[in-house]
C-alpha cells in the first residue's frame, strides 16, 4: 500500500540538507508521495528505508506481459475497484481457444478468421490479443498445432497442457515469443514453476478456493516465479464474479500481495450468445485476460466495443484533429458541414455523410473534445470560434460558394454567424441520422 508523506519523512534522515532539490525532508517527502519526485534524490537514504520505499511503491496489481513486439500484452497494474475513481490502466486480453483435435485445413481455417477480426470504432483499431493452445491428446498433434500457429501468426500465446515435457517443448518452439503457461496446480508445482523460471515464462495459477489461490501464489513466488496470473477455475457466472470481486479487493484494499495478480478466465459454453454474454461481464469485473471459442464477428465486435468503453480515459474526451476533411470526390460545389472534434460526433457524422454518396466537406472545430450540446453549453462552439476555424482551414478557397450547414441543436447561433461569416447558415437535422436526407433533398450546393 503506497505510504502517506508522514509516513515517508520517517524514513528519510531528516538532515535538511537540500540536496535533494527541496527545502527539508518533509517538503521531499511529500512529493515522493504525490510521485512528483524519486527516490534516489536522496543521497543519504539508508538501504533499508530505499527497500520499504521501493515495496510500498509497488502497484497493488502486479504488471504482467504476453507475447513480444507489437503484439505484446500488458495486463495488471491496475489501482481502483471502480472506473470513476481514476481509471482502468490496462485492457483485457480477448483471445480464442484452438484445440490440437482441428486438422491442419481446419487450424489454418481458424486462424484466417481469427486474423480477420480487426475492426476500426471512432478513430481507434479494436484488435484481439491471444490464442489459446489447448492440448488434449497426443503431444505431437499439440506440438503441430504450435508450429502452425507461430508460422501464420504473431499473437501471443497461451499454452494449454497437464503435461510439463509436451509444455517444454512447445516453450522451446516458441522461443521469444513470451508465452503464457497454463496452469499450475499443488500437484504439479515443482515441474509448472521449473518450467515458467527456465523459460522466463508468466505462469498461471489455479485453485478453485481463494484461501488455496493464494497459497500457490505465495509458494510460487517463493520458488523465483514472479509472472502470475490466477484462475479459479471452472464455476458458475455468479460465483466467477465473487471470485474476481474479491480477489480485486484483497489487492487493493488489503494489500494482499498473494492475490496481487492479474486473473484469467475462460469460457466454455457452446451457445454464442450465452458465451458473449458470460465473456461481457468478465471484461466489465474484473477479468485480465477472456478465453472464448466463438470466432464470429458480431461477437466479438460487441466484446471489443465493450473493452474499448471500459477502458478509454473519462478524464481525457477522445477526440480528433480539428481541421477541414474531405468526404467523398469533392469539389468547389460540395456542401460544407460544422461539427465538433468529439471523436463519437465526428465519426457518426462522417458515417451518415458516406452514406448519403454526397460528396461533402466537415469542418470540425476544436472544442477540447466536447460533443455539440456540451461544447455550446461552455462556449467552446461559437460563432466567432466557427468562423475562426473557416479562416484557419481554408474552406473559403475550397468551395466557390457561401453556404455553411450546421447543427440542428445550434440553430440558435445561425442569425450571428451569417454576421461573423458572411455566409448564408443552413440549420441541418438535430440527430445525425437525418443527413442522408437532408443533403438529398436540401444540399445548399
Known amino acids: ?157 497461451v499454452l494449454i497442457s497437464s503435461d510439463p515435457q509436451t509444455l517444454k517443448e512447445a516453450l522451446q518452439a516458441s522461443a521469444g515469443k513470451n508465452p503464457l503457461i497454463y496452469s499450475a496446480n499443488k500437484d504439479n508445482l515443482e515441474a509448472f514453476s521449473a518450467l515458467a523460471k527456465e523459460f522466463g515464462a508468466a505462469l498461471v495459477a489455479k485453485a478453485a478456493d481463494l484461501s488455496e ?19 479459479t477455475g471452472a464455476k458458475s457466472v455468479q460465483e466467477k464474479v465473487w471470485d474476481l470481486t474479491q480477489i480485486r479487493r484483497q489487492a487493493l484494499k488489503k494489500s494482499n500481495r498473494a492475490l496481487g495478480f492479474p486473473v484469467l478466465t475462460i469460457v466454455d459454453n457452446p451457445d454464442p450468445y450465452a458465451e458473449a454474454i458470460e465473456a461481457a461481464t468478465y471484461i466489465s469485473k474484473y477479468s485480465g485476460i477472456v478465453l472464448i471459442k466463438g470466432t464470429e464477428s458480431w461477437e466479438v465486435l460487441s466484446l471489443l466495443t465493450l473493452r474499448q468503453n471500459i477502458y478509454t480515459d473519462h478524464q481525457k474526451p477522445l477526440k480528433i484533429d480539428a481541421k477541414l476533411y474531405p468526404v467523398g470526390a469533392v469539389s468547389d460545389k460540395s456542401p460544407v458541414l460544422v461539427t465538433t472534434n468529439f471523436s463519437l460526433t465526428y465519426y457518426t457524422v462522417l458515417g451518415e455523410v458516406e452514406a448519403s454518396k454526397v460528396p461533402a466537406y466537415i469542418i470540425t472545430i476544436d472544442t477540447e473534445g466536447m460533443s455539440v450540446l456540451t ?36 440553430a440558435v447561433m445561425s442569425g450571428e454567424l451569417e454576421d461573423k461569416t458572411g455566409w448564408q ?6 440527430e445525425a441520422a437525418g443527413i442522408p436526407s437532408f443533403l438529398k433533398k436540401n444540399s445548399p450546393s
Not at 534524490?41 to 528505508?49: I, L, N, R, T, V
Not at 447558415?425 to 438535430?430: A, L, S, T, Y
Open 1 to 157: 500500500m503506497a505510504l502517506s508523506g508522514l509516513d515517508i519523512y520517517k524514513l528519510l534522515p531528516k538532515t535538511n540538507c537540500r540536496k535533494c532539490g527541496f527545502a527539508t525532508c518533509l517538503a521531499f517527502a511529500m512529493q515522493i508521495a504525490k510521485k512528483s519526485t524519486t527516490i534516489d534524490k536522496c543521497p543519504f537514504m539508508s538501504e533499508e528505508s530505499k527497500s520499504m520505499l521501493e515495496a510500498s511503491s509497488q502497484p497493488p496489481i502486479k504488471l504482467i506481459t504476453i507475447g513480444s513486439q507489437e503484439n505484446k500484452l500488458e495486463i495488471g497494474n491496475e489501482t481502483v475497484l471502480f472506473r470513476h475513481e481514476e481509471k482502468f490502466h490496462h485492457p483485457c486480453g480477448i483471445g480464442f481457444i484452438l484445440e490440437d483435435t482441428l486438422t491442419q485445413a481446419q487450424t489454418k481455417e481458424q486462424i484466417e478468421k481469427i486474423k480477420s477480426l480487426n475492426f476500426e470504432r471512432v478513430g481507434q483499431h479494436l484488435d484481439i490479443n491471444l490464442i489459446a493452445l489447448r492440448h488434449t491428446g497426443e503431444k505431437e498433434r499439440f506440438l503441430k498445432l504450435v508450429r502452425t500457429v507461430l508460422e501464420s501468426t504473431s499473437f501471443g500465446l
Open 375 to 410: 461544447a455550446w453549453a461552455a462556449e467552446k462552439l461559437t460563432p466567432e470560434k466557427i468562423a475562426s476555424s473557416m479562416d484557419k482551414f481554408g474552406i473559403k478557397d475550397a468551395v466557390s460558394h457561401k453556404k455553411l450547414v450546421i447543427p440542428g441543436y445550434i
Open 425 to 430: 447558415i443552413f440549420v441541418g437535422p438535430k
Open 213 to 231: 489461490l493464494e497459497a500457490l501464489a505465495k509458494e510460487l513466488s517463493a520458488k523465483g516465479v514472479q509472472q502470475i496470473i490466477l484462475d
